[in-house]
């Protein structure tokens, strides 16, 4: 019974990541304006993304504008691209394995090999899945809170944390639990 509830709340865990990597993936919300110092133009609200620049005036009227050139990205984007897609890849996988895995569970009792097989494979995959999450996540915030901090940096290109980092951080989280969870059997 123990061995089901686990199953079921990594299953739960591991959708929610699943979800939030998704969400995180197209969130335009990456690195938002900052308003310091002197800066008191705050009817316009940038948003930087992984696919697209978006610019809020008022929070009435939203402009976004998808990047015209993959060539002209600098490397560092271009890599956390790859890494959040290949992370929605596989967590998808993740989680339909977790769920061939725990139907099978329930389905068959003569089977103990084939049931670990699932789970853990899908336990892997939850736990590369949450890496492959907090790599680009963590990195970004990190050199955003350097780029704030530096003196040499204009107020204007200033940055913050944008609402798409937590919600990477809260899914990497859900992923690596949900990984462990299913890694334990």
Not at 94 to 109: E, H, N, P, W
Not at 124 to 138: Q, Y
Not at 154 to 160: F, Y
């Amino acid at each position: 019974m123990a061995c089901c509830v686990l199953q079921i709340t990594g299953l739960i865990f591991g959708g929610v990541g699943m979800v939030g990597t998704l969400a995180a993936t197209a969130m335009p919300q990456w690195r938002v304006s900052a308003y310091v110092d002197g800066n008191i133009v705050v009817f316009e609200t940038i948003w930087e993304g992984l696919w697209m620049d978006c610019i809020s005036q008022l929070g009435i009227r939203l402009q976004c504008k998808f990047y015209d050139s993959v060539l002209a990205l600098p490397p560092p984007l271009e890599a956390f691209r790859a890494l959040m897609c290949v992370a929605v890849g596989l967590s998808l996988l993740a989680f339909l394995m977790a769920i061939v895995g725990v139907k099978y569970t329930q389905r068959s009792k003569d089977g103990p090999q084939a049931v670990s097989i699932f789970i853990l494979a899908a336990g892997v995959a939850f736990l590369l899945t949450g890496t492959l999450v907090l790599i680009p996540v963590s990195w970004t915030g990190g050199s955003i809170v350097r780029d704030f901090y530096d003196p040499e940096v204009p107020v204007p290109l200033k940055r913050e944390l944008g609402a798409a980092l937590f919600v990477g951080w809260g899914s990497s989280a859900l992923l690596l639990a949900a990984g462990a969870m299913y890694c334990h059997f």
